[in-house]
């Protein structure tokens, strides 16, 4: 058999939702996997996974294979197994669906092995992604399992659900992706005596898909793969930037050339940055010149990027948006997604309040459309670069301000904000919001919340709480509640499974 797993925290597994979807019902009880290790199955894939995943029911378990496509015939090898389904390699596509698949549009040799993109033959990837947002919201609602606050779980009707915005697509589809982490592992001991130039053992690349090791991104593979027809004989990451690709091959030299100095594994930044020696000009709205890119290898080095004519600094170890290209347009979004369609129906908002606002994207960017900005974060290196930001750009000291907030009292700084005429967006990380927060948020009460996201499924349950718990609090007196407005799509992370995702709640009387 292959080997068991066991259940880790399954119930707050991304993958966990779309394979109990597919079986319809969770089982009690643990059964054994029908699969032996290292059997090779011919399965018909019924849906991606929110990771991009293939997922294809075999009887009552679901098998979980990459680079495969909705409808396509495919062979596949098992490696492990866990509740209720197992995971394999793709052996070979046997029977394509042309609808959704044209290899002609791989751009890179090492896609198949690389766990960097999974969509890069599929046709019609914004589509796709308009697709699942619904699909997840859903998923998660349904399975009543995140429980993020006391008593509370993320009921969210699917009338409560609107129709899906046409998902919005990245100016760039390739040489977008402006980071990216590169690593090594240390010399093994046993191979510290071969001092070859080059040792076979030393991959410098990034991770396998399904596996521990690293992949070579000088090794030239085959063309022959049972899979896959690659086309291109580019030694780059064809999602980087030019300039993280030129820098990568010096970059790689010097590892080789002092490997054997080296006695950790290392992960390496490359971020594409404005040189910080050119003037910074607010007023130029025209592209910026490939020749005042470099590449920031340090991550304590301050990391330079303009969005359209504003500019941020922040370090290199700090988060920003990996895809520039599409920065304006979603900005843009929010903006207009903050402020209601008839401006005659409600007050518009005067004031706006940035959870997690990092450097300031959304703060700074939006500023002239408020009578008072905050953003408020947790990190004070955060703090820093914002303020900073803030005086790069030649902000009035009383416009826009950016204050550390404490954990169990993060909107004490904005106390003073009218709530029916304050906007909040909210921006966390992967893992969403925690309960502590989403009890403050509720109970500050803004109008308008704007909440962006990079995880579809923590978004879903975030907002379904949100929803819930501001409907159920109304009590004898019903007064207002949270309705999801909207749902779109943002194309930020072209050839991957990933999709940003941006809902609009407004704060109504309930009749």
């Not at 022959?224 to 027809?229: D, E, G, K, M, Q």
């Not at 209601?340 to 706006?352: E, I, K, N, S």
């Not at 009292?409 to 992967?430: E, G, K, L, N």
């Not at 803004?446 to 499924?457: E, F, K, L, P, W």
Request: proline letters at 8%.
């Amino acid at each position: 058999m292959a080997s068991i797993r066991p259940r880790r925290a399954i119930e707050d597994d991304v993958l966990w939702h779309d394979v109990r979807a597919l079986l319809g019902r969770v089982d009690a009880v643990q059964r054994e996997s029908p699969f032996r290790f290292r059997q090779e199955i011919e399965v018909t894939v019924d849906r991606l996974s929110a990771t991009g995943n293939a997922l294809a029911l075999h009887s009552s378990w679901v098998v979980v294979a990459p680079f495969a496509l909705p409808g396509e015939r495919i062979r596949v090898r098992v490696y492990r197994s866990a509740h209720l389904h197992s995971f394999a390699d793709l052996v070979a596509v046997v029977a394509p669906n042309p609808e959704l698949r044209d290899d002609r549009r791989v751009q890179c040799r090492y896609f198949g092995r690389c766990s960097g993109c999974q969509y890069q033959p599929a046709r019609d990837q914004a589509r796709r992604r308009r697709q699942r947002i619904p699909e997840l919201f859903k998923q998660v609602v349904e399975s009543r399992a995140s429980l993020v606050l006391a008593n509370t779980s993320p009921d969210l009707p699917p009338s409560a659900l609107p129709t899906v915005l046409p998902t919005i697509g990245s100016p760039k589809q390739y040489h977008y992706r402006t980071k990216i982490t590169p690593h090594h592992e240390a010399p093994p001991k046993k191979a510290r005596a071969d001092r070859s130039i080059k040792p076979d053992w030393l991959k410098i690349g990034f991770n396998e898909v399904g596996k521990k090791s690293v992949i070579d991104i000088e090794v030239r593979r085959s063309s022959s793969s049972p899979a896959f027809s690659l086309f291109t004989s580019r030694q780059e990451c064809p999602i980087a930037t030019p300039v993280l690709n030129k820098a990568l091959g010096p970059i790689r030299e010097n590892i080789i050339q002092n490997i054997w100095s080296r006695k950790k594994g290392v992960s390496l930044l490359l971020r594409d940055s404005l040189d910080r020696s050119t003037p910074i000009d607010t007023t130029d709205t025209a592209p910026d010149d490939p020749a005042q890119h470099i590449c920031i290898t340090d991550h304590k080095e301050t990391v330079r990027e303009r969005v359209g004519n504003t500019y941020f600094e922040f370090p290199g170890h700090a988060f920003f948006q990996n895809n520039n290209a599409i920065l304006v347009p979603l900005t843009d979004y929010v903006r207009d997604a903050i402020f209601p369609v008839d401006p005659g129906a409600t007050t518009p908002p005067t004031h706006l309040v940035d959870a997690y606002c990092g450097s300031g994207l959304f703060s700074i960017l939006l500023s002239p459309h408020f009578n008072t900005v905050a953003g408020i974060e947790l990190a004070t290196d955060a703090i820093r670069a914002a303020n900073a930001n803030a005086q790069l750009n030649h902000l009035p000291p009383d416009k826009c301000t950016f204050l550390a907030g404490d954990a169990s009292h993060i909107f004490a700084t904005v106390h003073a904000f009218p709530r029916d005429t304050t906007a909040v967006i909210v921006d966390p990380p992967r893992k969403g919001c925690d309960a502590k927060f989403l009890e403050q948020l509720l109970a500050f009460g803004a109008g308008t919340i704007v909440y962006v996201s990079c995880n579809v499924h923590t978004q879903a349950r975030d907002v379904g709480v949100i929803v819930s718990r501001s409907e159920a609090e109304q009590g004898t007196q019903p007064r207002k509640k949270y309705v999801l407005e909207s749902l779109r799509g943002f194309d930020l992370f072209p050839q991957t499974a990933h999709v940003e995702s941006v809902a609009v709640l407004r704060l109504e009387k309930v009749d």
